[in-house]
């Protein structure tokens, strides 16, 4: 049986997805959310197994969520920025000025 402190350190996406989550795209936020939760729980699993082999293969699935946690956080990022500058040309361009109000 394999000590606790025999898998790699993790590296925790949570902190960085629900800033996400926040700041940049509501739904990319939530996915990567969604993943971050899925690997941190599947490497808190991996510590206590007692199979050497089942410890490897959820380290494994909660590296691959971790790989899809920081590609949707990526996503996010990509798609707040570009949502804030269409925002910011429309607006000084004054294409908003001309909007019908409701």
């Keep these: 049986m394999y000590a606790p402190n025999s898998l790699p ?3 925790n996406k949570m902190m960085w ?14 996915f990567a959310i969604v993943y971050s939760s899925r690997s941190n ?3 808190n ?9 089942l410890q490897q293969s959820l380290y494994y699935q909660s590296e691959q969520a971790n790989k899809t946690a ?3 956080i990526t996503i996010s ?7 804030a500058t269409s925002g910011a040309i ?5 294409a908003m000025a001309n909007l019908p109000m409701a």
């Design 9 to 11: 350190p993790h590296a």
């Design 17 to 30: 997805s629900v800033l996400c989550t926040v700041f940049c795209c509501l739904l990319g936020g939530i």
């Design 41 to 43: 729980g599947l490497y």
């Design 45 to 53: 699993s991996a510590l206590f197994a007692s199979d050497p082999s």
């Design 70 to 72: 920081q590609t949707w």
């Design 77 to 83: 990022i990509i798609a707040g920025i570009l949502g």
């Design 90 to 94: 429309a607006w000084f361009s004054g």
